[in-house]
């Protein structure tokens, strides 16, 4: 069984800084795209910054310029580093990966989400 955990979500403050960490275990074989998901009370889900498995990314035009998305292939890892915070980033922030298990099963998996609160 595959399962992504997230950490590093909290409160701070507008203008201040967070890095959000996602880490997959199980009978992985390989991981292919990375992401991370945001969602908002009363809003749908949205993307906030994709990677690829050779490193090329994608932000979201609202994150562009204050938000890094990054991967650490060896520990099966995915980072959000998110600076210059607002009170409109405030959500839920999700993980995402697209794995292909030791069966060669490939399916995308989600984190469990984590919370990020941004004071004004």
């Known amino acids: 069984q595959v399962q992504l955990v997230e950490s590093g979500g909290g409160l701070v403050q507008a203008g201040g800084s967070l890095r959000l960490s996602c880490v997959a275990s199980?009978?992985?074989?390989?991981?292919?795209?990375m992401g991370w998901y945001r969602q908002a009370p009363g809003k749908q889900r949205e993307t906030v910054a994709t990677?690829?498995?050779?490193?090329?990314?994608n932000y979201a035009d609202s994150v562009k310029g204050r938000f890094t998305i990054s991967r650490d292939n060896a520990k099966n890892t995915v980072y959000l580093q998110m600076n210059s915070l607002k009170p409109e980033d405030t959500a839920v922030y999700y993980c995402?990966?697209?794995?292909?298990?030791?069966?060669?099963?490939?399916?995308?998996?989600w984190g469990q989400g984590t919370q990020v609160t941004v004071s004004s």
């Open positions: 995402n990966a697209d794995i292909m298990d030791v069966k060669m099963i490939r399916l995308a998996y």
């Open positions: 990677i690829t498995s050779g490193g090329s990314t």
């Open positions: 199980g009978n992985i074989f390989n991981i292919n795209g």
